[in-house]
Nanobody, 115 residues
Framework: QVQLAESGGGLVQSGGTLRLACVVSGSPISILAMHWYRQSQGKEREMVAYISSNGGSTNYADSVKGRFRISRDNVKNTVYLLMDNLKPEDTAVYYC????????WGQGTQVTVSS
């Protein structure tokens, strides 16, 4: 059973930086494609960033390109989302997702950006 646990959320001022982490258990992360999604109040969940299982391919939502960076550490079984120059519109619950012959979600971590 693959389990994901996010951490690193919190309250930050506009222009600030946060780094989210997602620790994977129950599977070696090296076989998993990893994603970060977010969901703000009243809106649908949206994909923020993606990284392939070997880290060779990444993709970002247009709204975060140039500000967010996804990375992975297969030794620590962890994927990260570094978020720079945060804006109030980045406020949301951020979720980690893993895919490999199935889809697995974490419980989410709240990010709040004050203006």
């Amino acid at each position: 059973q693959v389990q994901l646990a996010e951490s690193g959320g919190g309250l930050v001022q506009s222009g600030g930086t946060l780094r989210l982490a997602c620790v994977v258990s129950g599977s070696p992360i090296s076989i998993l494609a990893m994603h970060w999604y977010r969901q703000s109040q009243g809106k649908e969940r949206e994909m923020v960033a993606y990284i392939s299982s070997n880290g060779g391919s990444t993709n970002y939502a247009d709204s975060v390109k140039g500000r967010f960076r996804i990375s992975r550490d297969n030794v620590k079984n962890t994927v990260y989302l570094l978020m720079d120059n945060l804006k109030p519109e980045d406020t949301a619950v951020y979720y980690c997702k893993a895919t490999y012959f199935g889809t697995y979600w974490g419980q989410g971590t709240q990010v709040t950006v004050s203006s």
